[in-house]
């Protein structure tokens, strides 16, 4: 993993301190969304959260150095100092089907199994949006609801018209968000879940 991250520091670091236009190619993006995903993984358990993302997940990323399939990754350009540096989680049980949270599936030491997080972090200019959990309903309209937004998905890999085409991403990203606009994003899933249950 630690050559993973070397490889992906050559290119990430103009991107981050934006002293530079970069155009990242399909794999590179696919090591960028693997290398944040990664980072949002080891903040889940770093925090000491209810973890939801599972061993099967590390051993992806270890083995892959990509996310796994249920992993959705934007990001877009920070223009505001709260969240050159900053990072926001939560968690959430969902469980379609389930009519009781004794049907829920439970750790070892009794605690509901959570299956669903949201993280939002800043590392510099670099703004990224990273969620991941099972193909429920909620989570598939947040997906269908950020694929109109202006930040750039890049995991899954967005497919090209013609399949020899490479699809750059150019760094700095047109989309800039201001404090208040990520503070909204960082929320937005947890306000869904809340409000539609």
Do not use: C
């Not at 350009?77 to 829920?104: C, Q, T």
């Not at 202006?150 to 399949?163: A, D, G, N, T, V």
Request: net charge positive; glycine share 4%; proline share 6%.
């Amino acid at each position: 993993m630690r050559q993973f991250e070397d490889e992906v520091v050559i290119f990430l670091k103009p991107i981050l301190l934006e002293d530079a236009t970069i155009r990242l190619t399909e794999q590179q993006q696919k090591s960028l969304a693997g290398w944040l995903a990664l980072i949002a993984t080891l903040a889940e358990y770093a925090n000491n959260h209810h973890p939801t993302i599972k061993r099967a997940a590390l051993l992806h990323l270890k083995k892959r150095r990509l996310p796994p399939e249920d992993f959705h990754i934007y990001v877009a350009r920070s223009a505001g100092p709260k969240w050159r540096k900053h990072y926001s989680y939560h968690n959430f049980l969902m469980y379609e089907g389930i009519s009781s949270i004794d049907a829920v599936p439970h750790t070892a030491d009794g605690r509901p199994r959570y299956n669903t997080q949201v993280s939002t972090m800043g590392i510099g200019s670099l703004l990224a949006h990273i969620f991941s959990g099972p193909a429920s309903t909620p989570i598939q309209s947040y997906s269908i609801a950020l694929e109109g937004s202006q930040l750039e998905r890049i995991w899954p890999p967005k497919r090209s018209f013609w399949m020899r085409q490479d699809r750059l991403l150019e760094f700095p990203l047109k989309t800039e968000l201001q404090d208040y606009e990520t503070e909204i994003l960082a929320e937005d899933l947890r306000f869904r879940i809340n409000t539609f249950g």
